[in-house]
């Protein structure tokens, strides 16, 4: 571990870190386990990140060609030959646009460094080449259209040894599977790492290089993690996780933003309190207006989920959900006036509550408990 530790201090500096930090950092780590649909949704619902060490995304010739191999032939094969790709490039991260073959040069020579991550594949030939369904047989944004589904996405991941990308969150929850290489990550609570100075690149105007960080920070915020993405790997990370991330070998992996049931109430609720990153410049009146869109669209499928057998319930993740309400019922009412005081939320908690047996006896609407908090 000292060695990894090592090898990200020279790519940042940021991540120094004294004897006794090194040893305490043992306790923050995650390692993969086995997937379980039931593992995913109940971390998801917890808001934890979790890695997975055999998680299915499968690749069209990786028998022949090997995983490595059967991704590059995706990408030639799948890509335009013409147009250009937005990459970061050098020491300096300098934004460049690169063709196709540029990219893939460049990164196969080792000689420079380069790094994309926002390559969208949806609807790509690339995606009929990597079976990326498993991502997303979840994901109720994924068939979406205009604004609501502008805001998942699919895209491909290369970078180079050596680049890492700064302290940033994402709006919806997400994804990371790796096909070959290696990464380390760090992840803290937005909010809690604000308030200790850790800046996030997102929600900060960050003057010196890089945002603000140090690893006693990261050590004193309950729930910051650390772990490595490796080769066979998928990362699950809340959306309310700030994270750094250091390239350590030569990677390429598929992300995802994705919205599900059973982290939902997590989501709307930091969107309702915080506003969603997309939206920070808009007039205050306006911030919420494509959150409320995405509610209506996830309080559809609960409706349709409520009437559904078992099966299909437990395959969107309903029971973490209804679990994760049910909970959050039980709490402050302060707190809850927060959603309930939204028409659109309130109607969201509604058909959870009603979707639930165990709810009977709490018949009253979420709109009667608002006017009650």
Same mark, same amino acid.
């Given at each position: 571990m000292r060695q990894l530790?090592? &090898?990200?201090?020279?790519?940042?500096?940021? %991540?120094?870190? +004294? !004897?006794?930090?090194?040893?305490? *950092?043992?306790?923050?780590?995650? !390692?993969?386990?086995? =997937? #379980?649909?039931?593992? %995913?949704f109940g971390a998801m619902a917890r808001g934890e990140p979790i890695l997975f060490s055999d998680f299915p995304v499968r690749v069209r010739g990786e028998r022949e060609r090997g995983t490595r191999g059967a991704v590059l032939h995706a990408l030639r094969t799948g890509l335009p030959d013409e147009g250009t790709i937005r990459v970061r490039c050098g020491a300096s991260a300098t934004q460049k646009y690169v063709t196709r073959d540029e990219l893939i040069r460049r990164w196969e020579s080792g000689r420079s460094k380069v790094s994309v991550t926002d390559l969208h594949i949806r609807g790509s030939n690339v995606a009929r080449r990597i079976d990326c369904s498993r991502l997303s047989d979840f994901?109720?944004?994924? /068939?979406?259209? $205009? &604004?609501?589904?502008?805001?998942?996405?699919?895209? *491909?991941?290369m970078s180079s040894a050596g680049t890492f990308t700064d302290s940033h969150s994402d709006d919806p929850d997400g994804s990371n599977h790796c096909f070959t290489g290696k990464k380390l990550w760090l992840v803290w609570d937005t909010f809690r790492g604000l308030s200790r100075n850790l800046e996030d690149v997102e929600r900060c105007e960050v003057e010196a290089p890089q945002a603000a960080f140090n690893i006693a920070a990261f050590l004193?915020?309950? $729930?910051?993690? @650390?772990?490595?993405?490796e080769a066979g790997q998928t990362l699950f990370l809340p959306g309310h996780l700030t994270h750094?991330?250091? +390239? *350590?070998?030569?990677?390429?992996?598929? $992300?995802?933003? =994705?919205?599900?049931?059973? #982290?939902?109430?997590?989501?709307?609720?930091?969107? +309702?309190r915080h506003s969603p990153l997309w939206s920070l410049g808009a007039p205050s009146a306006q911030r919420l207006a494509l959150v409320d869109d995405i509610t209506r669209r996830v309080t559809q499928k609960v409706r349709l989920l409520a009437r559904?057998?078992?099966?299909?319930?437990?395959?969107w993740g309903l029971a973490p959900l209804v679990q994760a309400v049910d909970c @959050?019922?039980?709490?402050?009412?302060?707190? /809850?006036?927060?959603?309930?005081d939204r028409p659109v #939320?309130?109607? =969201?908690? &509604?058909?959870?509550?009603?979707?639930?047996?165990?709810?009977? +006896?709490?018949?009253?609407?979420?709109r009667q408990l608002s006017a009650r908090a």
């Open positions: 530790w090592a &090898d990200a201090l020279r790519i940042d500096p940021t %991540l120094a870190a +004294t !004897r006794r930090q090194l040893a305490a *950092l043992p306790r923050r780590r995650i !390692r993969p386990v086995a =997937f #379980s649909r039931a593992a %995913l994901n109720l944004l994924a /068939r979406a259209g $205009g &604004d609501v589904g502008a805001e998942e996405m699919l895209t *491909l991941v004193s915020i309950r $729930g910051s993690r @650390w772990f490595t993405v750094k991330v250091v +390239t *350590l070998e030569d990677y390429i992996g598929v $992300g995802s933003f =994705f919205v599900m049931l059973p #982290s939902y109430l997590r989501t709307v609720e930091r969107w +309702t559904a057998p078992a099966r299909e319930k437990s395959c @959050w019922m039980q709490g402050p009412s302060r707190a /809850r006036s927060v959603l309930l #939320s309130a109607q =969201f908690v &509604d058909a959870v509550l009603a979707s639930s047996r165990r709810v009977s +006896t709490q018949a009253s609407s979420a």
